[in-house]
């Protein structure tokens, strides 16, 4: 326990010296993409059909924007800054001479990915406060179902990075999955507009159920079987996630 | 003679018998003996390849153990790994300092790895700094330090948890003269001080002037061991004849030198004769009718005793 903190110490040291050019993209992103996709495509979607329940478009993306944005920023966190540690500054490999572990170590730079994670949703959400997005008083629980999505993505990520020798993996990850996941797993439209034969599939992704528990939370529409499912699955994908990683890592840093 | 083991006397902080390193079908480390006393200055010497490395970070209980036995401070580092790294300092062959973090910051999260507490850390981290001549670099990042103040940087952070026994991957590798002897200074300062010292070293002069006791390794292999004078005093004869002739000459030396000396070296800039007696082993060169450039008579080295072992000269 206190190794791994030693660790999550270090990511706060070295966080430490560019947080403040990271704070303001954090706010940036939530205020451009709910002001052009929540309320200019939005305004758009509620003059024909609009949704079901008669939700706008701005209250029903936000929350998956939210979750969207743990996806991404566990994605970026857990590839590029790990690949630094591994392979080009030996970072880890440093703090192997010491007491700590190769467990310390993935536990710690997850826990740290996590409490990024709640820095970055925990200011989405207050974007989504300030335009009245947030419909419902449980609505900020949506700030952990979005940490939770993050961390789905971050822990076997960080696993698949740890076999990388270099960043030439990571478009691939990007490209062909993160940025579908981002556009098809119910962020911007119901998966139930997918074609039929796609929908199982969007099922079995975490940002779908990411973005599903933390859209119910918002609309306060969220039924407790129903988050369950969400919750074990996004839980499930990290545990899977973190035996991984306790095993490419100590592949990578232990010879 | 220091560092073996007898009865009654305390057991040794390293000690390896049949000591294996295999990466996959290659041994790196091939069923090596060794000790490593208390308080001695202990070196690893050989060519390139030749597993010092491997040695070494399995000593660091960062490498497992293929096969045989090793105990560091009296633990083994397949149980107790942890235990073993709080004690000791390593400055790794390659440098991997932070270069996120200033030279500082460096001192004072590896100190914290170590579990001292921030103040303390602190406060470790300023007296090395001091120590290695560092500290009106305290605040600057450490990319763009030189090469020797990264190492001497690399040397200061081995020192935060005041280790028992310090590993030293060819320490000096790249430094200049200068830099060099201000490293060895500090070395010699730390074994004053009753650090145990382990290193590698391509460098014979670093072997003599800091080793007690040094093993030779080749191919995996340990050759020979023994203190600096030991090994010469039994590889290699008490003077060596230098002889440099014009170019294309040596071809057409076959021979010619036979009878002359103990052992004679051809290399390909110049002949080794290894005889207890240089300057008679001059005139008879000349009473053969040989005419070389230049003809130079020296005491024997650990560099002879490392050639005459391994074939190759240190620095390849
Ligand atoms: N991780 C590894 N995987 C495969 N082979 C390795 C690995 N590490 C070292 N080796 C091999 O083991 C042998 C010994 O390497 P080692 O680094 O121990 O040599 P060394 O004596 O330290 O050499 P040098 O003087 O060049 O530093 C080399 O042939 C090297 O290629
Ligand atoms: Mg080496």
Same mark, same amino acid.
Request: charged share 30%.
């Given at each position: 326990m206190g190794r791994t903190l030693r660790v999550v110490e270090y990511c706060a040291r070295v966080y430490r010296r560019s947080w403040r050019g990271t704070l303001f993209v954090t706010f940036l992103s939530p205020v451009l993409f709910l002001g052009a996709m929540g309320f200019g495509l939005g305004g758009f979607v509620d003059r024909s059909d609009g949704l079901p329940g008669g939700v706008p478009y701005a209250a029903f993306l936000a929350p998956g924007l939210l979750a969207a944005q743990g996806m991404q920023t566990a994605a970026f966190e857990s590839t590029y800054p790990i690949m630094g540690r591994i392979v080009w500054d030996r970072v880890y490999a440093a703090m192997l001479a010491t007491p700590i572990g190769v467990r310390d170590i993935v536990l710690g730079q997850l826990a740290w990915i996590g409490f990024r994670l709640v820095l970055v949703t925990s200011v989405f959400f207050g974007v989504m406060v300030a335009f009245g997005l947030a419909r419902s008083p449980i609505a900020v629980l949506g700030i952990g179902a979005a940490t939770l999505t993050g961390l789905a993505f971050a822990a076997p990520i960080m696993a698949f990075t740890a076999t990388q020798r270099n960043d030439q993996g990571f478009n691939a990850i990007f490209r062909f999955g993160i940025t579908p996941l981002f556009l098809f797993s119910g962020t911007f439209f119901p998966v139930e507009q997918l074609p039929t034969l796609l929908q199982p599939i969007a099922w079995l992704t975490p940002t779908y159920h990411g973005v599903a528990l933390a859209r119910d939370l918002a609309l306060g529409a969220a039924t407790l079987p129903a988050a369950l499912v969400h919750l074990a699955v996004l839980v499930g994908v990290t545990a899977a996630g973190l035996a991984a990683a306790f095993v490419t890592f100590r592949r990578a840093l232990v010879v | 003679m220091p560092g073996r083991m007898s009865r009654g006397e305390p057991l040794p902080l390293v000690h390896a018998r049949g000591l294996t390193k295999r990466f996959g079908a290659f041994t790196a480390v091939d069923a090596i003996d060794f000790d490593v006393a208390r308080g001695e200055a202990f070196g690893f010497l050989g060519p390139n390849g030749a597993g010092k490395t491997s040695?070494?970070?399995?000593?660091?209980?960062?490498? +497992?153990?293929?096969?045989? &036995?090793?105990?560091?401070? $009296? /633990?083994? +580092?397949? &149980?107790?790994?942890?235990?073993?790294?709080?004690?000791?300092?390593?400055?790794?062959?390659?440098?991997?300092?932070?270069?996120?973090?200033?030279?500082?910051?460096?001192?004072?999260? %590896? $100190?914290? %790895?170590?579990?001292?507490?921030? @103040?303390?850390?602190?406060?470790?981290?300023? @007296?090395?700094?001091?120590?290695?001549?560092?500290?009106?670099?305290?605040?600057?990042?450490?990319? +763009?330090?030189?090469?020797?103040?990264?190492?001497? /940087? &690399?040397?200061?952070?081995?020192?935060?948890?005041?280790?028992?026994?310090? /590993?030293?991957?060819?320490?000096?590798? $790249?430094?200049? +003269?200068? @830099?060099?002897?201000?490293?060895?200074?500090?070395? !010699? =300062?730390?074994?004053?001080?009753?650090?145990?010292?382990?290193?590698?070293?391509? !460098?014979?002069? #670093?072997? #003599?002037?800091?080793?007690?006791?040094?093993?030779?390794?080749?191919?995996?292999?340990?050759?020979? *061991?023994?203190?600096? =004078?030991? /090994?010469? *005093?039994?590889?290699?004869?008490?003077?060596?004849?230098?002889?440099?002739?014009?170019?294309?000459?040596?071809?057409?030396?076959?021979? =010619?030198?036979?009878?002359?000396?103990?052992?004679?070296?051809?290399?390909?800039?110049?002949?080794?004769? %290894? &005889?207890?007696?240089?300057?008679?082993?001059?005139?008879?060169?000349?009473?053969? $009718?040989?005419?070389?450039?230049?003809?130079?008579?020296?005491?024997?080295?650990?560099?002879?005793?490392?050639?005459?072992?391994?074939?190759?000269?240190?620095?390849?």
């Open positions: - | 040695t070494m970070r399995m000593i660091g209980c960062v490498s +497992p153990v293929t096969a045989g &036995t090793l105990r560091v401070l $009296g /633990l083994d +580092p397949a &149980t107790d790994g942890p235990r073993i790294r709080a004690r000791l300092g390593v400055v790794p062959q390659q440098d991997s300092l932070d270069m996120e973090l200033t030279v500082r910051e460096n001192l004072v999260i %590896y $100190g914290r %790895y170590f579990d001292l507490s921030r @103040a303390e850390a602190r406060r470790r981290a300023d @007296a090395l700094l001091d120590f290695v001549q560092l500290l009106d670099r305290a605040d600057s990042q450490v990319e +763009p330090l030189s090469g020797g103040m990264k190492r001497r /940087l &690399t040397i200061a952070r081995a020192l935060i948890n005041e280790p028992e026994l310090l /590993l030293l991957d060819e320490p000096t590798t $790249g430094l200049d +003269p200068q @830099a060099r002897h201000l490293l060895w200074d500090k070395l !010699y =300062r730390l074994k004053q001080e009753g650090v145990t010292l382990v290193l590698t070293t391509h !460098y014979m002069d #670093e072997a #003599e002037q800091l080793c007690d006791r040094l093993v030779v390794m080749d191919k995996a292999k340990i050759v020979a *061991e023994g203190s600096p =004078r030991q /090994l010469i *005093e039994r590889y290699v004869t008490r003077e060596v004849l230098e002889l440099r002739f014009p170019a294309g000459a040596s071809v057409d030396l076959d021979g =010619r030198l036979e009878g002359l000396a103990e052992r004679v070296e051809q290399l390909p800039d110049r002949v080794l004769l %290894y &005889t207890d007696d240089g300057e008679a082993a001059v005139v008879a060169v000349h009473e053969r $009718g040989l005419r070389p450039e230049s003809a130079l008579v020296r005491r024997s080295t650990l560099e002879d005793v490392f050639l005459r072992l391994t074939g190759r000269t240190l620095v390849d």
